[in-house]
């Protein structure tokens, strides 16, 4: 039989003489993740070839490729396993999974110095976890920025969907949508692809037809169990690096500290042949942030914090962007089943569309979930509705309009301080105004007519959303009769934060750090712009 198979083989045995059997939950199962394990498991002391900070949606194909070419490699995760409580990632929790802000929850709340609150994800698998779920590729012009080589791009992107990526069912929203945009001109109807196209199209989910969320922590199912560790709970405090006279900084070692507070040194080796390098992967916030820490960013702001000067890098934590969300809020008079964003329009103005129903979306209104102000109160009951209603969003390419991260202290697990600028670039506000007209051109299509109440007019929607806009900002008067004012005081987050290391100005373009040795940067802080209708299609095929 041989003992590469023997363990099917037992495992086969068990299955059948206890069929019964559920006590392994998913991440105790042998051996694919028995490398999994809380840091406080972690010697004090530890050597690698590689170690990788992160272990999100570019860390964990990252990883597993980095394993299975038999290289010893560590993954840190400051957040804990995706598997240990399966209910927080079904289809149906997904808001009450993303808006969780109790203290040990998988997802990490933050107001943005724009007034709008956000969320990134601390837990194995990344943005994977906590995200909507839709799985789409990068435009061709993303690959071609990024000097990536698009035939290894395409297989990349097939090995991440062979493990992760199904294609979704038909929901009744999603289809009234699907013919609303094609009705308003959103052409052509593409049916199912993965690919980035002009026009409407159906494209992959990460939740399979039973509601369970597939994650790039499943990736790690390709890993080498025997040359991989993954820690969880480590939160890293900083890189180390070695510097000598006349001679570039070279990263040799990570601090980190699990849940009880110990702290361990993980060191690269140095018989590696040169093979040794640090990677972050700790996401478009995590990474500037880390990188700051370990005293790679603007060289005033990092002594006023007392961090030591490794390398004065101006561009660390600049040009950081976010994709705005705008739309509207639609109830609607009969129950149907709930949906995620399975459909998108791409139209010729840059403009992205998507919707969801269904879920209970006052988790997400800046204003507590006020309710709305309409023209009598039959309307106002008719939204009151906490799930009988639909969210119909767009966003822009890009965005042009970018901000920054800044450190506010030199605590790791506390948020750095955020500004996106939304719409600060006119191009941007003009594509939005266009993409709410054409939202309210699919609201009034014959397609969604159905799904309306007849005395509730698109006015009514329009007011009914600035009431229950998802931010803290203030409401000018006239945010419900002029678009570029809805706009700017409905702005949401698209969670598709991107910039702060970015190819040319932080990484070259093989992500390697500029003037550091043995250190790159690998997730979506190195994008200048975000790539496809959502980016973690992009990320993971950059991790592999």
């Known amino acids: 039989m041989g003992l590469k ?13 206890f069929p019964n059997f559920h006590g392994l939950n998913y991440a105790e199962k042998a051996p694919k993740y028995s490398f999994i394990q809380e840091a406080t498991s972690a010697p004090e002391v530890s050597f690698y070839d590689y170690i990788v900070i992160g272990g999100g949606t570019a860390g964990c194909p990252l990883a597993a490729t980095l394993s299975a070419r038999d290289a010893k490699v560590l993954v840190l995760e400051r957040g804990g396993s995706p598997y240990t409580n399966t209910t927080k990632i079904r289809m149906e929790n997904v808001i009450s999974t993303l808006t969780d802000d109790s203290p040990n929850s998988i997802s990490q ?18 943005g994977t976890v906590i995200n909507l779920g839709f799985y789409s590729r990068a435009e061709t012009l993303f690959l071609k920025e990024a000097g990536i080589d698009e035939a290894l791009a395409n297989e990349s992107y097939e090995w991440v969907e062979k493990k992760i990526v199904y294609k979704p ?58 040359m991989i560790k993954v820690y969880l709970h480590a939160v890293v405090h900083k890189i180390t690096f070695t510097t000598k006279d006349g001679q570039r ?60 000067v490794v390398l004065d890098q101006p561009m660390v934590g600049r040009e950081m962007a976010d994709k705005p969300l705008n739309g509207l809020i639609i109830p609607y008079p009969t129950h149907i089943p709930l949906s995620l964003a399975t459909v998108v329009g791409i139209n010729k103005t840059s403009n992205y569309f998507e919707s969801l129903n269904g879920f209970d979306l006052s988790a997400l209104s800046g204003s507590g979930g006020a309710q709305p102000q309409t023209s009598n109160p039959s309307q106002e009951a008719m939204a009151n509705s906490t799930r009988n209603q639909a969210f119909l969003v767009q966003t822009i390419f890009g965005p042009i309009s970018k901000g920054y991260l800044e450190l506010q202290n030199t605590n790791a697990s506390d948020n750095p301080k955020l500004r996106f600028n939304y719409f600060q670039a006119a191009v941007d506000l003009r594509r939005c105004v266009s993409g709410m007209q054409t939202i309210i051109n699919v609201v009034n299509s014959d397609s969604l007519s159905r799904f309306r109440f007849r005395n509730m007019t698109t006015q009514d929607l329009i007011n009914m959303t600035v009431n229950r806009a998802g931010n803290l900002r203030r409401r000018n008067p006239n945010a419900t009769t002029s678009l570029e004012q809805y706009c700017i005081d409905t702005v949401m987050t698209f ?14 373009r093989d992500y390697k750090v500029l003037g550091l040795d043995q250190l790159r940067v690998i997730d979506a802080s190195t994008f200048s712009f975000s790539p496809g209708t959502n980016p973690q299609a992009a990320i993971m095929m950059l991790g592999r």
């Not at 590696?272 to 916030?285: F, H, T, V």
């Open 5 to 17: 198979y023997s363990w099917r083989f037992l495992a086969l045995v068990f299955m059948v003489v």
């Open 109 to 126: 709340s933050f107001i943005s110095e724009d007034r709008v609150p956000g969320n990134r994800a601390r837990v194995l698998g990344g």
């Open 169 to 226: 069912g038909a929901f009744q929203w999603q289809t009234a949508v699907r013919n609303g945009l094609l009705e308003v001109g959103v052409l052509p109807d593409n049916g199912f692809t993965y690919a980035h196209l002009n026009g409407t199209k159906t494209s992959g989910t990460l939740f399979d037809k039973n509601g369970n969320r597939h994650t790039a922590a499943d990736l790690l199912e390709y890993a080498n169990p025997t």
């Open 249 to 308: 900084p070279k990263a040799d070692g990570v601090i980190f500290y699990d849940a009880n507070g110990g702290r361990h040194i993980a060191y690269l080796k140095h018989e590696s042949n040169n093979r040794s390098e640090i990677i972050l992967s700790a996401g478009a916030i995590g990474s500037p942030q880390l990188l700051m820490l370990s005293g790679i960013g603007p060289a005033a702001r990092l002594r006023s914090l007392g961090i030591k």
């Open 495 to 508: 969670w598709h934060y991107h910039g702060g290391c970015q190819i040319g100005k932080v990484v070259d």
